[in-house]
């Protein structure tokens, strides 16, 4: 019995603080949800794998393409590439949290050119995203408003 009550103390060790790290918030956690594009044309769901964010396109408005009809990648520069569809791309990567509710280091593709673009962060507040993309120096770069889906 005491051998059994030992085994269950020592897996008991070994497990909950396996489960505490993997649910532990991050303090730049906060930017974690869903968010639209101010001209409500797009959605992103915004996700962490350890310490980096990614955006993946959950939501397009599809303007020029019928209903029912995939929405491809047609501009992307890798070829094999181009027959997926707009939705699930994963377009903002590499995105680090840099204290102050900035964020920094990411790049973001954007479909509708085929581009890739060095991209920054702010959380204005809980509600309110700014994106930075840019080509080379953020003074050059322009805010995309994001407001978070409820």
């Known amino acids: 019995m005491k051998r059994i009550l030992c085994i269950v103390i020592v897996i008991s060790l070994i497990i909950f603080p396996c489960l505490a790290i993997q649910t532990t918030k991050l303090p730049g956690d906060s930017i974690l949800g869903t968010w639209q594009t101010e001209v409500q044309d797009a959605k992103i769901q915004v996700y962490r794998i350890g310490n980096v964010y990614y955006g993946k396109i959950i939501w397009l408005e599809h303007k020029d393409v019928p209903q029912n009809v995939p929405w491809l990648d047609s ?74 889906v409820k």
């Open 75 to 148: 501009r992307n520069p890798n070829p094999t590439l181009r027959n997926r569809t707009r939705e699930n791309i994963v377009a903002m990567t590499g995105m680090v949290y840099s204290g102050d509710n900035k964020y920094s280091n990411g790049n973001i593709y954007y479909p509708t050119n085929g581009k890739t673009y060095c991209c920054c962060a702010t959380l204005v507040d809980y509600n309110s995203l700014n994106i930075r993309p840019y080509m080379g120096v953020r003074l050059l770069g322009y805010n995309v408003k994001f407001t978070r």
